[in-house]
């Protein structure tokens, strides 16, 4: 399964723009590129995801790169409530539902009131 | 509102015992899922199912055991052999086609062993 790689950590400002980034250089063509983040003790919450082209929710934009070998989770103005751990994971869509998915350490946002 | 819901929130298990978590969704998803997160880490599959009276093993399902008796509910029991069940358990859903639809996830299970 193709692996996604995040920064640790990122810090941001209150109502000011974050772009979270994420690495998959080994994403596959039928790979769906899914962003969820997870607050302590709750269960991930989606956010977005996407395939090739770039997507606006309520909630964030995805920019997928031309090559989509990397993506771009970006929240227009952060709150409070957006701190939490934001992971980037691939998703494949072959039909079949396995379960396997590479939740690795994600990028824990911190916003400053 | 459709939706995943797991209870209880909090259990404590003694020494030997089993418990059963529970795992119920409305969203008419037909597989379920159950993981495992420890501490800093990522999710580890526990066990799934595509469909009624059919279920999978995950990456550690050693100390485990499921049933899908109905499409709602997926219970997850933690057996005495499980030898180190506190861990954060986490019950999820899809639909068919998961990269086009994604994942529900409930909010928890903690479970620790007093």
């Known amino acids: 399964d193709a692996k996604t790689t995040q920064p640790n950590s990122m810090e941001s400002n209150e109502e000011e723009p974050v772009h979270l980034p994420c690495n998959h250089s080994t994403i596959s063509g039928t790979d769906y590129i899914h962003w969820y983040r997870q607050l302590p003790s709750q269960g991930p919450e989606y956010v977005i995801h996407g395939l090739t082209s770039n997507v606006n929710n309520r909630m964030a934009s995805l920019a997928i790169a031309e090559d989509r070998k990397s993506s771009t989770l970006i929240l227009h103005r952060a709150t409070l409530r957006d701190a939490a751990v934001y992971y980037c994971i691939l998703i494949p869509d072959h039909g079949g539902s396995q379960g396997n998915l590479i939740f690795g350490k994600g990028t824990k946002l911190s916003v400053k009131p | 509102d459709g939706g995943i819901t797991q209870s209880p929130k909090y259990l404590f298990r003694k020494e030997g015992q089993n418990v059963t978590l529970s795992c119920e969704q409305n969203l008419n998803h037909d597989a379920m899922y159950w993981y495992r997160q420890d501490p800093g880490q990522g999710l580890r599959l526990i066990y799934y199912s595509q469909i009624v009276n059919d279920f999978q093993k995950g990456d550690i399902a050693e100390g485990y055991s499921v049933s899908r008796e109905k499409k709602e509910s997926f219970p997850l029991t933690v057996t005495s052999a499980q030898k180190n069940p506190t861990a954060f358990y986490l019950c999820?859903?899809?639909?068919?086609?998961?990269?086009?639809?994604?994942?529900?996830f409930g909010s928890g299970t903690r479970l620790t062993v007093v």
């Open positions: 999820a859903s899809s639909m068919t086609h998961e990269g086009v639809y994604g994942y529900t």
